[in-house]
């Protein structure tokens, strides 16, 4: 890795669906060696897939989101490893699981529904019976104003902020 594959990965995970050509001319490489570049990247799952930024509400379908906070007994030899490959494979509803620190919780879901009672229905009937989840914690998330990097609120042009000292 250097500090051109760097580049191409920063320029990716902003928007991946950007024509070669663009990135070429953004990070002085021909279309061919970032075709290759990513490529590789790819192949060594640095590059692990590409996603959509969806605005759902947009579309058509509403969608509910909660963080939930997991206290967890951890296993004998495996730790948290077994629990967390088992949270994970329940799409679609898990977005993101974290291992996290610092606090009386362990970890950090995130996940979608149609509705609140949607996620209130996948916690109680999926998540909090598992034998190693000891308690749950559930944010409502009430309004999202960016995610993964993206700002997901349009301002009108000519709209100033409000500022003040």
């Not at 495996?78 to 509803?93: H, K, L, N």
């Not at 993101?96 to 979608?112: H, K, M, Q, V, W």
């Not at 598992?130 to 559930?138: L, N, P, S, V």
Request: overall charge negative.
């Amino acid at each position: 890795m250097d500090a051109k594959d760097w580049l191409l990965l920063r320029i990716l995970e902003e928007d991946s669906a950007q024509d070669m050509s663009e990135v070429a001319d953004l990070t002085d490489l021909s279309e061919a060696e970032v075709k290759e570049r990513v490529s590789v990247m790819e192949n060594d799952k640095i590059i692990r897939g590409y996603c959509a930024s969806v605005d759902w509400e947009k579309a058509g379908e509403g969608v509910a989101a909660a963080t939930v906070n997991l206290k967890v007994t951890p296993e004998r030899d495996v730790g948290y490893d077994r629990i967390a490959e088992r949270i994970a494979r329940f799409p679609p509803q898990v977005c993101s699981l974290r291992l996290i620190s610092g606090g009386e919780y362990d970890f950090e879901l995130r996940i979608t529904g149609k509705n609140i009672q949607d996620i209130t229905r996948f916690v109680s009937e999926h998540i909090a019976p598992m034998e190693q989840i000891r308690e749950t914690a559930t944010i409502i998330v009430m309004k999202s104003y960016k995610e993964n990097g993206r700002i997901l609120y349009d301002r009108k042009e000519g709209e100033r902020l409000p500022f003040s000292f």
